[in-house]
Every structure is written in structure tokens, then in C-alpha cells.
């Protein structure tokens, strides 16, 4: 699955947050612009809850944050 198929919907092409920390097909910045995407459907997905308006996944924030913690952690030297 190519970057810009990723970003759409992280969430299909993964299945928790962790597993982009293990794909070896993305560079650095690559994993932090998906958790990033993620993290950003997670929280629209909150504010169209909230509306009474769900969505078909629960997108798991906690786990989207915990996850760009621990990459930034291994962040490479440049």
C-alpha cells in the first residue's frame, strides 16, 4: 500500500497504532505524518460522536498518542 492510500485511512491499512512503528517501509517522518493523520480522524471522529453522529470505527486515541510517543523516542539523528 502506497503513503498517500495510508493517509487516507490509517486505519485500514493497520490495525492498532503500534504496527506502524514496526513498518519498515516508512521512513521516520513517514510513521509520525500516519499517527498524525490518525491521531487527527481520531479526534474528528470524537467531535462527530459528541454531535450524535458516530462513526463506523472507534479510532483508539490513547493508543495513536502512545504510539508517537514511542517513535519520537527512537527519533533518528540527523
Known amino acids: 500500500m ?9 486505519s ?5 497504532p503500534d ?3 514496526n513498518d519498515s517501509n516508512l521512513s521516520y517522518d513517514e510513521k ?6 490518525w491521531e487527527y480522524d481520531a479526534l ?8 450524535n453522529m458516530p462513526g463506523a470505527k472507534e479510532v ?7 504510539a508517537k510517543k514511542k517513535l519520537k ?3 533518528p539523528l540527523k
Open 19 to 21: 504496527d506502524i512503528l
Open 32 to 37: 509520525l505524518e500516519v499517527l498524525e493523520q
Open 44 to 51: 474528528e471522529l470524537q467531535v462527530a460522536t459528541d454531535e
Open 2 to 10: 502506497n503513503l498517500d492510500a495510508i493517509l487516507r485511512d490509517p
Open 12 to 16: 485500514a491499512a493497520y490495525e492498532k
Open 60 to 66: 483508539p486515541l490513547d493508543d495513536i498518542l502512545a
Open 73 to 75: 523516542t527512537k527519533k
